[in-house]
């Protein structure tokens, strides 16, 4: 590692434009909640279908938005996990929802 070129780092704001899913992070709530469990479970979800070649990388960010910005998963901010089979039943759901959308579309 060279210290030089650490010493040397700019630690500038980011370009939302260029990376909209950062925008993404700001809609997390500042206490734990099973919102987190939407947001994980959705990234990997639509990742994979672009990995499976069934959405264009372009539907990645929007995809997301759309599940967690619906009045659906919306109300998880306030909730917080009691138990894993809470987790593990909402990630269950949330596959689900975004398969429904990806292939009322298609």
Known sequence: MD???????????PDYNKFPSLKILK?????ISLFETVLITANDEVVKLFLNKKIKF????????????SKTFNKYKKITPKKLD???KLSDFVRLKIKS??????
Do not use: C, E, H, R
């Open 58 to 69: 372009t539907k990645i960010v929007p995809l997301i938005n759309t599940i967690i910005k």
């Open 86 to 88: 809470n987790i593990t």
């Open 27 to 31: 809609l997390l709530p500042n206490k």
């Open 3 to 13: 210290i030089n070129k650490l010493n040397n780092l700019d630690f500038s704001l």
């Open 101 to 106: 959308l990806v292939y009322k579309v298609a």
